[in-house]
């Protein structure tokens, strides 16, 4: 098969599910990433405070990883940052020595209770454009979306129709 026949069997760029979460993804970090710049912090590393914040105790860093959806070396580098800005705090891991625990620390609370507000206005915002019907629908079906492993092996997206 040539090129071009191997490239008009591919769906229209512009149509490809890939692009439409990037560019969906990038209108939405656009209405909170001067927020996280006017304090400073980066939209990963809010990531793992919003994380860390959620969870009921420190979080060893392959869970943390997973939770925040970043990769162990940019992490532990990350993480070193923030433990110099007492944004986090590392500890070995009670279980094993190896293992680094880390939990968020009163500094870092009181910058979430500081962003907070401005990233509620922002989602409101959000909302406010998309419908609350359309936002929770929106919200359905990327969790959807992101539940599957193999969509083609399991049969294909199953969504809850709330």
Partial sequence: MS???????????NRSLPMA??????????????????????EQQWRVLRSLADAEQALDMGELGRSTLLLGPS??????????????S????????RRWAVSITEHGRELIAR??????????AIESRLGPEALAQL?????????????????GLRVEQS
Avoid at 3 to 13: K, M, N, Q, T, V
Avoid at 115 to 124: F, K, M, N
Wanted: hydrophobic content about 45%.
């Fill in 139 to 155: 919200e359905g079906l990327l969790g959807a979306l992101a539940s599957i492993d193999h969509p083609l092996r399991e049969g």
């Fill in 75 to 88: 992490l532990s580098r990350m993480v070193a940052r923030m433990e110099q800005r007492h944004l986090v």
């Fill in 90 to 97: 590392r500890s070995v891991d009670g279980h094993d020595a």
């Fill in 115 to 124: 962003i907070g507000p401005a990233s509620e206005d922002r989602y409101a």
């Fill in 3 to 13: 090129a071009d026949a191997s490239a008009s069997s591919l769906r229209p760029f």
């Fill in 21 to 42: 979460l990037l560019r969906a993804r990038e209108a939405v970090m656009r209405e909170f990433r001067p927020l996280l710049a006017e304090h400073g912090i980066t």
